[in-house]
Structures are given as structure tokens and as C-alpha cells.
């Protein structure tokens, strides 16, 4: 079972902050990364899908980026407010399986 | 309305009693997949299918069964519950080949 790291597990930002996260994966055999973010009683939704080394992403105040070579994902949130608390979720694709991630939960305060 | 969705939305049920979580997505979606929730752990793949009659194991298909009769539905099996597939369940669906999933919005089992 491949291994997918999320860092860190946790985070309590004030709003207006700006925080980001990290995911690390094989960096062999690399079909695709996916972020998700996951509110509380709701359903993961899908973020970005990232395919190529170097691949930046943005949506609004979150944006990512790709590093397939050393294994790593970066999430990014640009003044983060109370309405980004969630659950953000970061999943490998090797062949037709997607795994994912712990989860780095993120709590944003007025 | 694009959706997957499931059924039902909590089920409690006594050991061995066989039970089927229905999944059932409107997008012409090729993969499906069901996943677990555990407290600590990412969601973990249970079986997926990649169309009609193809549906392959995941990393944790042990004590469950699927089949992919219909593109658009894709039930999850249990023949005989144990108090360890107690779980938040997710079915999800997407296009073949580098598109996100589109979640359903997940079956809470308890097993007694």
C-alpha cells in the first residue's frame, strides 16, 4: 500500500492569515495528485487535479503547486477565513487507484 | 442536478445480517469507487470499477462485494457485517483519466 503524507495534521489560524500545507508522495510511477477539500457533514470536493511537474493551480485564494521529482504537493490559502475551515485532502493516482491522505485539518478564527 | 448518490444515509444493523449500500451517479461517469472513512486514517479504497462489468479490489476489499451491472450504479455488499466495517462509507465517479471525483454525500454503518 503506497503512502501518502499530509503535513501538518492540524492548524488554528487567526482570519487573514495566510497558510499553507503539505503533501508528499511516491515520486515514482506518478499518474496525477488531486486536493479535495471536506467540510464538516459534507462530501470531499474536488479542488484541482494536478498532472505535470511544476503544475500551479488556482481557485480564488487557494492555489497549489507540483513537485513530482522530490514528491510533493504545497497548498496555499491567502487570507484564510472563517467560511476555509474544512478538512483539505490530498490523494495520489498510481494506475487506477487514487489513495489519499490523513488530512490537514484547518480551523480559521474571527 | 450532477450528483452520486447514496443509500442510505445511516444504517445500524446486527452482525451477519446481510446489507447493500446503493450508489448511483447521472454524469455518464466511466470509474466508480467506494471508499471508508476511519478516524486517523484518509480514506481507503474498497473496490473500484472502471466500467460495465470491470470492477477490480482496492487496498482494503476484505468482507465486501460489488458488481457493475448499469454504468450509472454501483452497489456496495456486505454478506455478513462484522463490527469492524463500522465506517463512514463514500461512493464516488469521475471520468476516465485525470478528472477529480465527484463524492456522494456517504453512508454512516454501524455494525453491532
Not at chain 1, 506518478?30 to 479535495?36: G, I, K, R, S
Not at chain 2, 476511519?38 to 476484505?62: A, F, H
Amino acid at each position: 500500500i503506497l503512502n501518502v503524507e499530509q503535513s501538518p495534521q492540524s492548524l488554528h489560524v487567526q482570519e487573514g492569515d495566510s497558510t499553507n500545507f503539505t503533501c508528499s508522495f511516491p515520486s515514482s510511477n506518478f499518474y496525477a495528485l488531486h486536493w479535495y477539500r471536506w467540510e464538516t457533514a459534507k462530501s470531499p470536493e474536488a479542488l484541482f487535479v494536478m498532472t505535470l511537474n511544476g503544475d500551479e493551480k488556482k481557485k480564488g485564494r487557494i492555489s497549489a503547486t507540483l513537485n513530482t521529482k522530490e514528491g510533493y504537493s504545497y497548498l496555499y490559502i491567502k487570507g484564510s477565513q472563517p467560511e476555509d475551515s474544512a478538512t483539505y485532502l490530498c490523494a495520489f493516482r498510481y494506475g487506477n487507484k487514487l489513495v489519499f491522505g490523513a488530512g490537514t485539518i484547518l480551523r480559521v478564527k474571527s | 442536478e450532477a450528483q452520486v448518490t447514496q443509500n442510505p444515509r445511516y444504517l445500524i444493523t446486527v452482525t451477519g445480517k446481510k446489507l447493500t449500500v446503493t450508489c448511483s451517479q447521472n454524469m455518464n461517469h466511466e470509474y466508480m469507487s467506494w471508499y471508508r472513512q476511519d478516524p486517523g486514517l484518509g480514506l481507503r479504497q474498497i473496490y473500484y470499477s472502471m466500467n460495465v462489468e470491470v470492477t477490480d479490489k482496492g487496498d482494503v476489499p476484505e468482507g465486501y462485494k460489488v458488481s457493475r451491472k448499469e454504468k450509472r450504479n454501483f452497489p456496495l455488499i456486505l454478506e455478513s457485517p462484522s463490527p469492524n466495517q463500522t465506517s463512514l462509507y463514500f461512493c464516488a465517479s469521475s471520468f476516465r483519466g485525470g478528472h477529480g471525483y465527484t463524492f456522494g454525500s456517504g453512508t454512516r454503518l454501524t455494525v453491532v
